[in-house]
């Protein structure tokens, strides 16, 4: 098992709502939480084994590129659990 960690950053609110509820509805993985940036811009941050995590920001980048603007999509593979631990702890809500 592989842990996973993904981002996407959208500009707006409604945007960054919409790939959150596509991901949670559509795949097995968990939300850590959303992250504002400035500008209007919002990463939601998701977490889970890596095919999941790539599934979802797949269905995310579609859903939320119908309603904004999609500036970035990453995953990161194999995080350990300490860096995953210090990026939920640090996560402001919006």
């Known amino acids: 098992m592989s842990n996973a960690i993904g981002f996407i950053e959208t500009k707006g609110l409604v945007s960054a709502v919409e790939a959150a509820t596509v991901m949670l509805k559509y795949s097995d993985v ?3 939480g959303f ?3 400035g500008l209007a811009l919002i990463t939601v941050i998701i977490s889970g084994e ?3 995590v790539k599934d979802a920001l797949d269905i995310a980048s579609e859903a939320a590129g ?3 603007e ?3 999509v990453n995953i990161i593979k194999d995080i350990p659990n300490e ?3 210090i990026i939920k702890n640090n996560n402001t809500s919006i």
């Open 30 to 32: 968990k939300l850590i």
């Open 35 to 37: 992250k504002k940036i």
């Open 50 to 52: 890596e095919q999941n």
């Open 66 to 68: 119908c309603l904004g």
């Open 70 to 72: 999609v500036y970035a």
């Open 83 to 85: 860096i995953l631990e």
